[in-house]
């Protein structure tokens, strides 16, 4: 049986065969680092804004990254048909006719059929919400909200720079846009034990979101993260703890929330901690054993109170 719903099968139901995203560098910034709310960014942000999927493209234009990625992944994975994936910093911090630009730029590539925008719930409005639905006539859009724990007091101490309700607030908004939402969260924030993670989890299930992306908190260089981890202030998961919180996540969530991700994708020669992150197939494979392993699913125990949890 399959064990949760993931993207790739999501893909393939809709447009019949695999579909690939292009992780984009548009070039824009973040109020959580341009002093509109802090300098300093989120502890954990490295300089790239955690577009690591996007580095090698950084400089290029979108034209250029696109044609790029194209041909590679069209090698690699065997993919004719792509998503546009903006995914460094903030990518709808920008007035709408900038963004208006940079999305056509993208959608008007051959075989692009879909468009994904990460952003803050910050900095969304109904301009940038009505620009990305009008683009849902001839693509499939998704807007990836990064919210990262459904604490406050967490927010605060990762230098987030918004709050719990200004994600509920902008996904009630797109939501009534009719548009696709995934939901980022961090699994190994500091300060969080498994009842506040899963509690995240609960909190996701019962909001108008369509999918979600699972990372794991690793430390990278040039991070505040990395200055409290050299000084002995953080201590990331264990693989074991990892991939045991995964599982219990999974089975908290709505049975029809598309999972996009499971862990991250960390940058070799950036990579403080931990070093088992790089070993993502192994991690990928530790879930689904886990999973089996344990006879439980995606969903399993959605909209029950569990003790102890």
């Known amino acids: 049986m399959k064990r949760y719903q993931d993207f790739n099968t999501y893909l393939q139901k809709i447009f019949g065969e695999r579909v690939q995203k292009i992780s984009l560098d548009a070039g ?3 109020p959580n680092r341009d002093g509109t709310i802090s300098r ?11 577009g690591t999927g996007a580095f090698l ?8 990254q696109i044609i790029k990625s194209q041909s590679y992944i069209r090698k690699r994975y065997k993919a004719q048909k792509f998503i546009a994936y903006f995914q460094s910093f903030t990518n709808t911090y920008a007035t709408t006719s900038k963004l208006k630009s940079l999305y056509d730029q993208a959608l008007n590539h051959k075989d692009m059929v879909g468009l994904s925008v990460a952003t803050r719930p910050d900095c969304v409005d109904v301009d940038v919400l009505t620009l990305l639905r009008s683009y849902q006539k001839d693509h499939l859009v998704w807007v990836e909200y990064g919210l990262q724990s459904a604490h406050d ?6 230098n987030r720079g918004h709050d719990v309700a200004c994600f509920e607030n902008s996904v009630n908004l797109t939501h009534d846009y009719g548009l ?13 034990d498994r009842k506040m993670m899963l509690q995240t989890a609960r909190f996701l299930s019962n909001m108008p979101i369509r999918g979600i992306k699972i990372h794991l908190l690793y430390v990278v260089e040039k991070t505040p993260l990395a200055e409290l981890y050299k000084k002995g202030e953080f201590r990331c998961l264990e693989r074991e ?14 049975p029809d929330m598309i999972v996009q991700r499971l862990t991250g994708d960390p940058i070799k020669s950036e ?26 699913w995606q969903g399993k125990l959605y909209g029950k109170f569990i003790a102890g949890k």
């Open 153 to 158: 007091s967490t927010l605060r101490k990762i």
């Open 241 to 254: 703890e990892y991939v045991d919180l995964v599982v219990d996540f999974l089975e908290l969530l709505r």
């Open 57 to 64: 493209n950084h400089g290029l234009s979108i034209n250029e």
């Open 180 to 192: 696709n939402i995934c939901a980022h969260i961090i699994l190994g924030l500091p300060g969080e």
């Open 271 to 296: 990579l403080v901690a931990p070093l088992w992150a790089m070993e993502k197939p192994k991690n990928l494979r530790l879930i689904h054993e886990t999973l089996e392993r344990r006879d439980t």
């Open 40 to 50: 300093d960014g989120c502890i954990f942000c490295d300089p790239r804004g955690s």
């Open 28 to 30: 824009l910034g973040c």
